[in-house]
């Protein structure tokens, strides 16, 4: 499976040190991290992450104590991740399952239905 997707990142805040995302380079089990220093508010960025990779940005901030960051994963229009605050930062950022994992290949046939 090596479907590419478009999805977009954003990351809002102040104080932001960094940010850390997968950008489609490298494999879905080891996928190569790219690095934004000292990004400017608000940091939006397309990827193209490739099959089964998980979708994942992670902003940084050396003092954590602010904590006035936000960040989401958006794929066809539709936020499917978001966190913000120290919760977020400490989870690691906004990760998300790939959208094309789980899905299985060609067109969808109905299920079934028990009767």
């Given amino acids: 499976?090596?479907?590419?997707?478009?999805?977009?990142?954003?990351?809002?805040g102040k104080?932001?040190?960094?940010?850390?995302?997968?950008?489609?380079?490298?494999?879905?089990?080891?996928?190569?991290?790219?690095?934004?220093?000292?990004p400017g508010p608000?940091?939006?960025?397309?990827v193209?992450?490739?099959g089964i990779m998980p979708s994942a940005v992670m902003p940084f901030i050396v003092d954590g104590s602010?904590?006035?960051v936000r960040c989401s994963i958006t794929y066809k229009g539709k936020v499917i991740k978001e966190g913000e605050g120290r919760h977020m930062i400490a989870a690691g950022g906004c990760v998300a399952v790939s959208p094309v994992a789980g899905?299985?290949?060609?067109?969808?046939?109905p299920r079934a239905r028990d009767g």
Avoid: C, L, N
């Fill in 15 to 38: 104080d932001i040190d960094e940010i850390q995302f997968h950008g489609g380079r490298g494999d879905a089990m080891e996928p190569e991290i790219e690095t934004v220093e000292s």
């Fill in 48 to 50: 193209t992450p490739r």
């Fill in 42 to 46: 608000p940091w939006r960025k397309t």
């Fill in 1 to 12: 499976m090596d479907e590419a997707v478009d999805e977009a990142y954003e990351v809002t």
């Fill in 66 to 68: 602010t904590a006035d």
């Fill in 103 to 109: 899905r299985p290949p060609g067109p969808r046939r």
